[in-house]
């Protein structure tokens, strides 16, 4: 599936939200309507629906995690935030992001909270309270997307889901979920937890099964 040009769609979003070094989210919703971005689900595909919207996300990551200027990063937040809020899709998909990536994102609101972008926090705790994420192990420069969709439609079977809604209350990952991204958090600890929710899953859907 070649989706080159909705990703230099992305681009050339995010260019233009970055052209100032703007760094405010309503900036990124005038952009985004003036360019009435919202057409870019028009060129999804007939089936496969979940490689089409986790290789958007993937792309948008991208700028997060790459060691590039502020807003440029911003651009990347704001433009997954965005794609996740108008996708066409009912129920919504959810997105992948790595533990790396995580570590990543949690950097970049420290860097924001640190020059006073307040609604970055804000709309990162939005982002985790809606439960939009899905957490796994494959980093963009480690996997292709289809590895990532693999992971995600494992997660995404009805029993999991049964059983990862069981697990949560009774692991350290609803802490780290609902957590402040401010605290300093080592990678090792983030695969610490990540390994134990691992486990518990496991458990879980043996239970379940």
């Known amino acids: 599936m070649d989706l080159s040009s909705c990703k230099l769609d992305i681009d050339e979003l995010i260019n233009e939200f970055a052209e100032g070094e703007s760094t405010a989210f309503r900036d990124m919703k005038r952009v985004w309507l003036s360019k009435r971005f919202s057409y870019i689900y028009e060129a999804r595909p007939p089936s496969n629906s979940s490689y089409f919207m986790q290789a958007l996300y993937a ?10 200027s502020l807003s440029r990063r911003l651009g990347g937040l704001y433009c997954l935030y965005c794609l996740y809020e108008t996708q ?5 998909f959810k997105i ?8 990543k994102l949690k950097d970049l609101v420290v860097e924001a909270k640190e020059k006073d972008i307040k609604v970055v926090s804000v709309l990162v705790k939005r982002m ?21 969709v693999n992971e995600l439609t494992d997660l995404q079977n009805a029993h999991i889901q049964v059983a990862y809604k069981k697990l949560l ?30 486990n518990a ?6 239970g379940y099964s």
């Open 96 to 103: 992948y992001i790595s533990l790396g990536e995580l570590k």
């Open 201 to 206: 899953k496991s458990l879980a859907i043996k």
């Open 169 to 198: 209350a009774n692991t350290r990952i609803e802490h780290f979920i609902h957590m402040d991204l401010g605290m300093e958090l080592d990678l090792d600890v983030l695969k610490k937890m990540s390994t134990e929710y691992t």
């Open 128 to 148: 985790l309270d809606m439960n939009i994420f899905l957490f796994g192990f494959v980093d963009i420069n480690e996997g292709s997307v289809a590895e990532r």
């Open 59 to 68: 792309h948008a990551i991208g700028y997060i995690i790459c060691p590039t």
């Open 88 to 92: 066409p899709f009912k129920p919504p």
